[in-house]
């Protein structure tokens, strides 16, 4: 069954500390990837998106992402977080046979500390 | 820069009752699309509507839910007969094309007592 995996429901990490979040997708062919962000109590924001080509990718706010077509993988980091990177972000795919149906992964709930 | 608006930003209701969330999309975007977040669960799609008409639908967008472009900027979800399990964030997006980045609304919460 299709399906979209963040293995991690929540990450605390120290500012100015590295981030990943990990998402893995199982689909037979590979789909259209994002990462999108949630503040709490605000709609979701796009980070970044992967289409083809370079599979290293550089959106907002200083996040990249690395698809890794091996290992249906495609992983969000941060070298240095900020205060205001504590979120929940989403990771999302798109199939090219559908109408922009995105489906969501559970999400990972980003906590943090000074 | 361009955005995605929706009203209201909450919306109480009582069961049984019918519900009509707005939406303006981004202006030049052709695509739209509605979502839901249930508290503490993953963001789920309902639908996908281009051209006047739906592409795509969920199972969860049964006869209890439209649909509708009623001009050139709204673009309306409208819940007939609300029940409890409808209480949700909804999101509205927009993209320019199927398989294009989607836009998202900051949405609206939806409570049904």
């Known amino acids: 069954a299709q399906s979209v995996t963040q293995p991690d429901i929540h990450i605390t990490v120290s500012e100015g500390a590295s981030l990943e979040l990990r998402c893995n997708y199982s689909?037979?062919?590979?789909?259209?990837l994002f990462w999108y962000v949630q503040s709490p109590g605000q709609g979701l924001q796009l980070l970044l998106k992967?289409?083809?080509?370079?599979?290293l990718v550089q959106g907002i706010k200083g996040f990249e992402a690395e698809f890794k077509r091996s290992q249906s993988s495609f992983n969000l980091r941060k070298p240095s977080v900020h205060w205001s990177d504590a979120a929940e972000y989403f990771c999302?795919?798109?199939?090219?046979?559908?109408?922009?149906?995105?489906?969501f992964g559970a999400g990972t709930q980003v906590v943090v500390t000074p | 820069e361009p955005e995605v608006t929706q009203t209201p930003s909450h919306q109480v209701t009582q069961m049984g009752q019918e519900v009509i969330l707005r939406c303006v999309p981004i202006?030049?975007?052709?695509?739209f699309y509605w979502y839901r977040q249930i508290l503490g669960q993953k963001v789920e799609f309902l639908v996908s509507?281009?051209?006047?008409?739906?592409?795509?639908k969920s199972e969860i967008f049964d006869d209890q839910f439209s649909v509708e472009r009623p001009d050139g900027s709204n673009f309306t979800l409208k819940i007939r007969s609300t029940k409890l399990e409808d209480s949700a964030m909804y999101f509205c997006?927009?993209?320019?094309?199927?398989?294009?980045?989607?836009?998202f609304g900051p949405g609206t919460r939806l409570t049904v007592t």
């Open positions: 992967y289409f083809s080509g370079d599979t």
């Open positions: 689909y037979g062919a590979t789909p259209y």
């Open positions: 509507f281009y051209n006047n008409e739906i592409s795509e």
């Open positions: 202006s030049n975007h052709l695509y």
């Open positions: 997006a927009s993209s320019v094309g199927p398989n294009y980045e989607q836009y």
């Open positions: 999302a795919v798109g199939l090219t046979d559908s109408w922009g149906k995105l489906q």
